[in-house]
Each structure stands twice: as structure tokens, then as C-alpha cells.
């Protein structure tokens, strides 16, 4: 059980998890490009030592491995497991009451403790140009947080328990803010915070905001938990830290007694300024957008304080090992939510929030001889309308039906679908609708579409193991190649406008139709670099569903409208980049060929690589 950041590091140290860096390390990128290469390496969580242009430390790669992260909270995992277990199924407690007095008592002893006396991060009054500015990627719009702990309280209910504790990207430096005195807040309105300050506008009356960055690694896993209702974050940290979240007030600030770094200040209603760019976890760049804007009232740092950070890019990345530690932790959660769920997938190489996978139930009618989706449609609406899934834009979904099923055996999955889904029949369209922030495929911010595919019953057919010939004799779309059963990858021009596209697409669906029947390729992806998109299942998946808006960018063969209901004899998805998406992150060549220093050997990283 960790009392602070700097407990935690002397552990990992210890049982050599980390590797200290004694030369000095540019923030201007050099630091984000070390730490993707150690990433990438499976390698260790890094303790930087000497910051350029900060009298700060700062760590990253905490979170880099599952196992490291089970390592951090072997202590506590089990009690914080059976607190969410508890509070999804109560009923649990009834039923064995003894077994789970234990549970209970855990769930107690984390309830926040407000202390008096001095705290230890006002140990120091800093400012904003102190601390370590790291900016991650060559286009971003200035040095970001990218493990901070958001704390905001409900103006309506004042007080720690109707506290909202949440992960939203901080920009420190750029774009219109004035050096010290103000950052930019990125935050959806549903989120927690947004809605505490939608109260306070109401009211006519700023927010006051604390900004927690580091503490026990309990506290920023906390500020990403999708908790079960009636548990606070503030109790889950304390539950999984093994201490109770300690905390006090400073001029109407909630200060944490544990973080290392505290940014105290108040958004005014209706302030905004542009944020961003930020390269971001779908792969790309998220664009310069008006968001709320942080009057910095002071800043506070314990002694000898560590600033955490990681960095975000297409994945997998550190934050990758956050979803994995989510799903191990909330376990049966989204069964408990939506009833007739059995698994829910966000697929991590397709930036998370795109594609879902989900096995459910087909109850409705157990007398038919006849098995099509009927249940499942009704689950994949409740799970379209819950939480985080709701900003998905394609959907799979089936239940099992002769042999089990699993949404992480991602080619056997969809393999299953695509050889049992009818596509005049099984495909599912929600237009004009909200998606990710964060994605740009779509017709503006937040705006675009939704898709199902929804399958169940018997096998209709057998799926193509290679490449059919009618796919490698169409003029203007080349290079085909198989991605997996069923799914093959063809390149065609670079995309320019939706009507060149639709006479593009048009014309390649009558080349097939008049070939004859292609049953055994129900999918198609026409994209810039079909060589590119079949090499690995990983960029099948992250270039056809980040760069691809449903209703914009599917067509068919064949395709028809019956009484509105559209649907096909062979799914084309346009995957190619439009001029409107935002652009993917590269690293900067200069920075890469500066960093090999580190890795050479003899040096501290060295033989990493």
C-alpha cells in the first residue's frame, strides 16, 4: 500500500520495474519519443531525473505492462474487486452474509478523511512555467497533463461524496492562454464535470476546480473507473490505494493530501478558448475546437514532487493496459447494466470507441425453427445508450448458438458473424447521431453515424480464403488482398469528394454484380493501401474504423431499400482518408535520431531496444 508517487517508484525500483534517466531530457518531444520506444519494447517504467527547463522529476510507463499494474495494486486488487462485485450484486451479500462482512468493512475503511493541518503539496506555491512542460507529439498546440485527476463538486450538493473525480486533458501552454494565469479544459457536457458546471452556470456562478497530479497510482486509476452507482471515485481510491483519500480545503479548493501536484482554479460560465491540437488515442491528431477555459487561481507542489504523465498515440499504448485493468476490475458490470449481455469488446486496435464486439442473448422466440436476431437488436440499442459504449460507431453483435463464443478471439468472432448474417436483413443504420469527440470521420464534432451487424442462426455461407478473381480484374481498384476469411482489401484513388466517391463506388459495385454472385466476401474495404491494411489484423482494424462514417461510407452490391430497411449482396466500406479527417500522428525524424543516445550501449537504455 503506497503512501505517495514516490513510495510506488522506490517499490518498482526495488523489484526492477523502472530505470532511472540521470541525463538531461528535453520535454519538447525528446520525452514522449523515449517513452513510446521504451513502450513499445515491453520495457521498464522510467524515472526522469533531469527535465530540461523544470526543477521537477517526472515518470512515465507506470501502467506500461499488465502485469506491472497488477504488480502496483497486488494489495488491495482482490478487496477493490469484491466492493464492485458487491455493489453490482447485492444480492450476494444476502445470500452469505459472513463471507462478505470482510468486503464491507474494506468498502468502510476507504470513505475519504478530511484532515486539519498543513498538507503536504502546499509545501510550495508554484507556477503553471514551473513544472515539467511536456509536449508529446509535433503538432500539438502546446504541454498537456495526460494523467490528471479533475476533481469538481456538484454546486447543488457541495461536498466530497457528490464529487466528481475524472481524466480530462489539461493544456498548460498555447493557443491564447495566458502563460500562468489560464489553461483549457477538454470535456464533454455529459460528463461529470460538465454537468457540475451547467449547474453552476445556471446559478450564474464560476466552478471551483482542483486539478490532482500524481499520489498513490490508486488515485489516477480512479479518475477512469466507470464506477457502479452509489460508489464514489474518491472511495474507490482510497479502496484501492488501502488508505482512505485524505483531503482539506484552501479557500474553497478540495486540496489532496497526497497528491504531488495540486492546480486550483474556477471556470467562469460561457469562457472558452481554442484547444488543442493533441495527438490522441485514436491515432490522429484531435483538432483546434473552443472548449472551457481555467482561470488558474494557485498551484501547489509537495517537496521533491514527481510529475506523472504518459502518452497517448494509435494504439496499443499505456492506456491500453488501463482498459485491460477496467475490464479485470468491473468484471460482470455491463451484465448487470444491460441484461442479456454476456460480453462487450471495445476493440483497443480500432481506438476503443469505434468498434464494439458483443455476445448477448436470443430468448424471444425459443419455438421458432426459424433463428434470426430479434433480442439482440433490443440489447444492441441499450448498449449504444450506456455510458462510454454510446460513442461506438460499429457494432457486431451475436449470441451463441452451438459453440461458445469469445469477443477477444477477434478473427474467430467475426468469422462467426460473417458466415450466419444476412445482409438484406441484418444490418442496422443510426444516422445523424453523436459519436467520440475525438473522431473526425464523421460530418462535424460529435456529429456522424451508427452501425449494427447483427447475426445469429445457422451458417449461410462458406467464407473466401483467398482472394476472389473477379477482385484482382477491376479496373481503378488494385493490389487485392485477404485480410481474413470473408474480408478482402482493395486500393483505389485517393478519396476527394462523397459525389466522385458515390459515382467511384457505384461503379465498382456493377463491376461485381455483374460478375455473378460473390457470397463467400461479404465485406470489402476499399482503402489507400490495401498491402498496408492486410498485414496485420491490428491495421485492418484501426485504418478501416477510424477513417470510415457508416451511413457516408458504406455501399453495396446490389443494394436496395425495402420499406427503408437498406441492405446488400456484398458490404463495401470507403476506409480511405477524406480531406476532412484529421491527420495521423507522426514522429519527428530529428527528435527520433536525437533519442538513439539513450539507447546505445552503455548508456542507461541501453540494449532495450
Not at 464534432?445 to 445457422?458: C, I, R, T
Not at 474480408?487 to 461485381?512: C, H, K, N, P
Not at 484529421?582 to 527528435?591: C, E, T, Y
Amino acid at each position: 500500500m503506497y503512501r505517495s508517487l514516490e513510495h510506488c517508484i522506490t517499490d518498482l525500483e526495488k523489484h526492477g520495474h523502472l530505470v532511472r534517466i540521470r541525463e538531461e531530457v528535453d520535454p519538447h518531444l525528446e520525452m514522449a519519443a523515449i517513452h513510446l520506444k521504451v513502450y513499445e519494447a515491453g520495457g521498464p517504467a522510467l524515472l526522469f531525473e533531469n527535465v530540461k527547463g523544470s526543477r521537477f522529476r517526472a515518470v512515465s510507463n507506470l501502467f506500461g505492462t499488465i502485469e506491472r499494474s497488477k504488480f502496483i495494486f497486488r494489495q488491495t486488487w482482490e478487496a477493490a474487486q469484491n466492493v464492485i462485485a458487491l455493489r453490482n450484486d447485492p444480492m450476494q451479500a444476502l445470500r452469505n452474509p459472513f463471507k462478505h462482512v470482510g468486503t464491507g468493512m474494506a468498502a468502510w475503511k476507504a470513505l475519504p478523511a478530511k484532515r486539519s493541518g498543513k498538507a503536504p503539496v502546499t509545501a510550495q506555491e508554484i507556477q503553471i512555467s514551473d513544472l515539467p512542460l511536456i509536449k508529446h507529439w509535433p503538432m500539438d498546440g502546446g504541454a498537456f497533463v495526460t494523467l490528471p485527476q479533475v476533481y469538481s463538486e456538484d454546486p447543488a450538493k457541495p461536498g466530497i461524496m457528490n464529487s466528481n473525480l475524472g481524466m480530462y486533458r489539461v493544456q498548460l501552454t498555447g493557443n491564447d492562454y495566458m502563460t500562468d494565469r489560464e489553461i483549457g479544459l477538454h470535456y464533454q457536457i455529459h460528463r461529470g464535470i460538465g454537468v457540475h458546471q451547467e449547474k453552476a452556470a445556471r446559478k450564474g456562478e464560476p466552478l471551483k476546480v482542483s486539478i490532482f497530479v500524481g499520489g498513490p497510482p490508486a488515485h489516477t486509476l480512479s479518475a477512469v473507473m466507470p464506477l457502479p452507482e452509489g460508489l464514489s471515485e474518491m472511495t474507490f481510491a482510497g479502496l484501492l490505494a488501502g488508505r482512505r483519500f485524505r483531503y482539506s480545503y484552501i479557500d474553497g479548493y478540495c486540496i489532496s493530501h497526497d497528491a504531488d501536484f495540486v492546480i486550483t482554479g474556477e471556470i467562469y460560465p460561457g469562457e472558452t478558448k481554442p484547444e488543442g491540437p493533441f495527438g490522441d488515442h485514436l491515432g490522429y491528431y484531435s483538432l483546434t475546437h473552443e472548449f472551457p477555459v481555467m482561470r488558474v487561481h494557485k498551484v501547489y507542489a509537495r517537496q521533491n514532487a514527481i510529475w506523472p504523465f504518459t502518452v497517448v498515440g494509435r494504439p496499443p499504448q499505456e492506456d491500453t493496459s488501463f482498459g485491460e485493468l477496467i475490464h479485470e476490475l468491473t468484471g460482470d458490470a455491463v451484465k448487470q447494466e444491460i441484461p442479456g449481455v454476456k460480453e462487450v469488446h471495445a476493440v483497443d486496435a480500432a481506438g476503443v470507441h469505434p468498434l464494439l464486439f458483443a455476445i448477448g442473448s436470443e430468448r424471444y422466440t425459443p419455438y421458432s425453427p426459424a433463428k434470426q436476431p430479434m433480442e439482440l437488436l433490443t440489447i444492441a440499442n441499450r448498449i449504444l445508450g450506456t455510458g462510454q459504449l454510446s460513442l461506438a460507431k460499429y457494432l457486431f453483435i451475436t449470441a451463441e448458438n452451438e459453440r461458445p463464443l469469445s469477443t477477444h478471439d477477434e478473427v474467430d468472432f467475426l468469422t462467426y458473424i460473417l458466415e450466419r448474417i444476412d445482409l438484406r436483413r441484418d444490418i442496422h443504420f443510426q444516422t445523424n447521431t453523436t459519436i467520440d469527440t475525438l473522431d473526425y470521420s464523421g460530418t462535424g464534432l460529435n456529429s456522424g453515424s451508427k452501425v449494427v451487424f447483427a447475426a445469429y442462426g445457422d451458417q449461410k455461407r462458406e467464407l473466401c480464403k483467398e482472394v476472389p478473381d473477379v477482385l484482382t480484374s477491376i479496373r481503378g481498384f488494385d493490389n487485392a488482398r485477404l485480410v481474413m476469411p470473408g474480408i478482402v482489401s482493395v486500393q483505389s484513388a485517393a478519396f476527394t469528394d462523397y459525389a466522385s466517391a458515390e459515382q467511384q463506388m457505384r461503379g465498382f459495385s456493377e463491376a461485381l454484380a455483374a460478375a455473378g454472385p460473390l457470397s463467400s466476401c461479404p465485406i470489402i474495404i476499399v482503402c489507400d493501401d490495401s498491402t498496408f491494411v492486410s498485414e496485420t489484423l491490428s491495421n485492418f482494424f484501426w485504418a478501416t474504423f477510424t477513417r470510415s462514417n457508416p451511413s457516408h461510407d458504406i455501399y453495396g452490391v446490389n443494394s436496395s431499400y425495402d420499406f427503408k430497411h437498406w441492405g446488400c449482396d456484398n458490404v463495401i466500406i470507403d476506409a480511405r482518408v477524406k480531406p476532412h479527417q484529421a491527420p495521423p500522428l507522426v514522429a519527428d525524424p530529428a527528435v527520433e535520431k536525437r533519442i538513439e543516445r539513450l539507447f546505445v550501449k552503455g548508456a542507461e537504455l541501453g540494449g532495450l531496444l
